[in-house]
Structures are given as structure tokens and as C-alpha cells.
């Protein structure tokens, strides 16, 4: 157990559907990151937050969302789903700075 | 971030060969990070690499920073099954209040026993 804990573990939907993928962070950790994990695309950085506020953008889609709550767990929202977002969704943290990153186990989303 | 390349994509060895992964960027870079996913797993943190010419070692792991911050490696001697997964190389990056990691590929390290 890596202390990051992401929830569910396995999700299947159909397109145009709307998902939300969970996340609580390491203990004392501020920092929440989201990565995209795909065959073809390797980890792909989405978005980062630091004590609740928005703090990075990456390769994050239109249709996708985020927010950390001030118990600092956080909630990635997905909507109008394609089969290509199939993947598996990481949740990582980290006190904030350049330091290592601790990552969940995932999410996997499959899209049908 | 800068996009980092690694290679090879992937490596097959026997067990107990030895085993290199190469981390390259055309920037300088303020440090690289290394970490290891298992095949069905999640990355795993390995080591932060800071200092120009860096060489750090955990047990049969050695890791070096080029001199020139421009290149990194991972290095295992005598591979074991246990060392099967993908390893990648990551750019740690912080500016204006963010901070964040630009993976590499990844390295897959295939062994066949």
C-alpha cells in the first residue's frame, strides 16, 4: 500500500457517459497529480493541484475536470466519454517541490 | 517540461545478464528522477538525481547523472526475474508556483530465465 488511495479500481462505461475517479493523497502530502496512462502514449501529465488550488495544466482534454477538496482528496471528472479515453488513470502526490511522487494503484477505464 | 528520450523502448536479456537503460534530453536538466512500474502495477519511485556527474547506488542499482545534466542511466547488474517491468526516466520541473514530471517512454525490461 503506497498510501495514495484511488477509487474505483476497474470502471466500465459506455461513450458519452460521464465518470468521476477519486483520490486521496498520501498523509501530509499537498500535492495531488493526475497522469494518463495509455499504450501509445506512456504517462501523460493532466493537471496538478497544491492545497486545494489549481497549480498545472497538461495534455488535460476540455471535457475533463478537477478539483481537491479541503480534506484534500480529489475527484477527476470525465465526461462525454470516447473510446479513446480508455486507460488507466493515475493519482500521485507529494509534499510539493521537486520531490518523488508516490503513485495509487489506478484507475482502469474502459470505454465501450 | 522537456520531453526526455528513452532507450531502448525495449530490452530483452537472460537472467543474471547485466542491463542499461539511457535517458537523454537535448536541454540541460535541473535533475531527473527514475522510477520502475511493474507489469500491472503503479510507478514506484526510485531515486532523484541533482548534482552534475552523480552516481548513486542501491544494492545491485546504480544510477548516473552526465556532467553536462543532459543524460542519465540506470544500470542493473545481474538481473533477476524480480527486476522484470518498465523503468522510466522523469524531468522534475518547478516555476511559478507548479511543479510537475515529463516522463520519458519508458524502458521495458523483458527476462527470460
Known amino acids: 500500500d503506497s498510501g495514495v488511495t484511488q477509487t474505483p479500481k476497474h470502471l466500465i462505461t459506455a461513450t458519452g457517459q460521464r465518470v468521476t475517479l477519486r483520490c486521496s493523497p498520501r498523509?501530509?502530502?499537498?500535492?495531488v497529480y493526475w497522469y494518463q496512462q495509455s499504450l501509445d502514449q506512456g504517462l501523460q501529465f493532466l493537471i496538478q493541484?497544491?492545497?486545494?488550488?489549481?497549480?498545472a495544466k497538461g495534455n488535460i482534454l476540455e471535457r475533463f475536470s478537477a478539483q481537491q477538496f479541503p480534506d484534500l482528496h480529489s475527484e477527476l471528472n470525465l465526461s462525454s466519454l470516447e473510446l479513446g479515453d480508455s486507460a488507466l488513470y493515475f493519482c500521485?502526490?507529494?509534499?510539493?517541490?521537486?520531490?518523488?511522487?508516490?503513485f495509487g494503484s489506478g484507475t482502469r477505464l474502459t470505454v465501450v | 517540461g522537456q520531453q526526455v528520450m528513452q532507450i531502448p523502448q525495449y530490452q530483452h536479456v537472460q537472467e543474471g545478464e547485466d542491463f542499461t537503460t539511457y535517458c537523454n534530453s537535448s536541454?540541460?536538466?535541473?535533475?531527473i528522477q527514475w522510477y520502475k512500474q511493474r507489469p500491472g502495477g503503479h510507478p514506484v519511485f526510485l531515486i532523484q538525481?541533482?548534482?552534475?556527474?552523480e552516481v548513486k547506488k542501491q544494492k545491485r542499482l546504480t544510477f548516473q547523472f552526465g556532467e553536462a545534466k543532459k543524460n542519465s542511466s540506470l544500470h542493473i547488474t545481474a538481473t533477476q526475474t524480480t527486476d522484470v517491468g518498465t523503468y522510466f526516466c522523469?524531468?522534475?520541473?518547478?516555476?511559478?508556483?507548479?511543479?510537475?514530471?515529463?516522463f520519458g517512454k519508458g524502458t521495458h525490461l523483458i527476462i527470460q530465465p
Open positions: 500521485a502526490s507529494s509534499v510539493g517541490g521537486i520531490t518523488g511522487y508516490t
Open positions: 498523509s501530509g502530502d499537498l500535492s
Open positions: 493541484y497544491y492545497n486545494g488550488e489549481e497549480r
Open positions: 536541454t540541460t536538466l535541473s535533475n
Open positions: 538525481l541533482v548534482k552534475s556527474g
Open positions: 522523469a524531468e522534475s520541473y518547478s516555476g511559478g508556483g507548479a511543479d510537475g514530471l515529463t
